[in-house]
């Protein structure tokens, strides 16, 4: 998972560290469960929320020793707080919460979406340098794009959001584009609203529509709900067609529209607030 980015240094830094708001109830910290129910919440979840790490990132770095409460290294995420006081990274104080922020980026081919490349194939960090305003805070990818897939890849200071985002309980719709070689009729399509199993991996309900054809190539517009990796690629394989162009249209309810290739929009914050309350309150029910 790709590490928080600083838009303001114009490179990916090694060691996230602070930046953030806090909203939490004033009261100390505690490590402590009680018998029901612990009090506070997860530090990998707070710590998320302020834009440090993805959960599963912040766990790794406990075990790398890399935070500690109150000057001690954390041995576990079991760790439960009302607030981020007194929690460092890499020895550096967390800041403070805040408030959810998210940017539409659209992304061109033959970048990774990585925080960095062992064979130093270029990231999309170097062009969110000058895609983003100086203001932005760190942000995080929500899922990913393949380096050959092109289009709307959203970017987000919150790691509660992201994760919620990426589940695919959550069924977000994803709209993609794809320019494709072969035969394929619309009627083989609406099959795939029955989903398809492929090497043993099942795809769920896809809503296929052939846009328009030239000769054997042709585009096609696919909405799928799961997000599983590769996953229109693969589809369209399995019916025959030979992928040249593929492009994400939507996420959820953000559309990429006309922002220009390499750019970069920020969200409303309304816009963001009430899509964040709506989906973890989905995901609770």
């Not at 998320?48 to 790794?60: T, V």
């Not at 799961?226 to 162009?245: D, F, T």
Request: glycine share 10%; no cysteine.
């Amino acid at each position: 998972m790709a590490q928080p980015h600083r838009p303001r240094t114009g490179k990916p830094e090694k060691s996230p560290t602070s930046g953030a708001s806090e909203h939490a109830p004033a009261s100390g910290p505690s490590t402590e469960r009680s018998p029901d129910r612990p009090e506070g919440d997860r530090i990998a979840k707070l710590l998320a929320r302020a834009g440090i790490a993805s959960r599963r990132e912040i766990e790794r770095m406990i075990e790398d020793g890399r935070i500690a409460l109150d000057g001690k290294l954390l041995d576990t995420p079991a760790t439960f707080l009302t607030t981020l006081t007194g929690i460092t990274v890499d020895g550096k104080p967390v800041g403070r919460i805040e408030p959810a922020r998210l940017f539409m980026f659209n992304k061109p081919t033959g970048l990774l979406t990585a925080e960095r490349d062992m064979a130093g194939r270029p990231t999309i960090y170097a062009a969110l340098t000058n895609a983003l305003p100086k203001d932005a805070p760190r942000l995080m990818p929500v899922g990913r794009l393949d380096m050959n897939t092109e289009g709307l890849l959203l970017l987000t200071n919150d790691g509660e959001l992201k994760r919620a985002m990426e589940l695919p309980s959550s069924g977000i719709p994803r709209t993609y584009r794809a320019r494709a070689f072969g035969d394929i009729s619309q009627a083989q399509l609406e099959e795939l609203m029955m989903g398809v199993t492929i090497d043993g991996m099942h795809y769920g309900r896809i809503n296929a529509n052939l846009e328009r054809r030239t000769g054997r190539n042709q585009w096609i517009e696919m909405t799928i709900s799961e997000g599983k990796n590769r996953e229109v690629r693969n589809v369209l394989e399995h019916l025959g067609l030979e992928v040249s162009r593929l492009m994400r249209t939507t996420y959820g309810p953000f559309e990429m529209g006309n922002l220009p290739r390499g750019t970069a929009v920020e969200i409303p914050q309304a816009q963001v607030e009430k899509f964040r309350k709506d989906l973890l309150r989905d995901i609770k029910k």
